[in-house]
């Protein structure tokens, strides 16, 4: 069974940066889409950012491009985002999400697997 463990979340203030991890075990992940989801308290849950395990072509939703980073590291098995310039409205719960079969990468519905979330908060 496919375990995604997220770590990293924090406080941190506007402008500064912060690096998640997502420790993937339990599956064979060159064929996998990886991705980052947050959730912000009263709103539905965002598409951030994704990337193909074999080609590492990424993926970023509107709010974050230029300012995050996805990748990942095939040999730890881990996948990263790095969040720079970060601002009050990118606090959220961030969630690490894996499938092996993702047609369109932004649909939450297409992922089945899901690590259990990290806060992140930034302060103004």
């Known amino acids: 069974q496919v375990q995604l463990v997220e770590s990293g979340g924090g406080l941190v203030q506007a402008g500064g940066s912060l690096r998640l991890s997502c420790a993937a075990s339990g599956g064979t992940f060159s064929r996998y889409v990886m991705g980052w989801f947050r959730q912000a308290p009263g709103k539905e849950r965002e598409f951030v950012a994704s990337?193909?395990?074999?080609?590492?072509?990424?993926y970023y939703g509107d709010s974050v491009k230029g300012r995050f980073t996805i990748s990942r590291d095939t040999a730890k098995n881990t996948v990263y985002l790095q969040m720079n310039s970060l601002k009050v409205e990118d606090t959220a719960v961030y969630y690490c999400?894996?499938?092996?079969?993702?047609?369109?990468?932004?649909?939450?519905?297409?992922?089945?697997?899901w690590g259990q979330g990290t806060q992140v908060t930034v302060s103004s």
């Open positions: 999400a894996a499938d092996r079969t993702i047609n369109v990468v932004a649909d939450i519905k297409e992922y089945d697997f």
């Open positions: 990337i193909r395990w074999s080609s590492g072509r990424t």
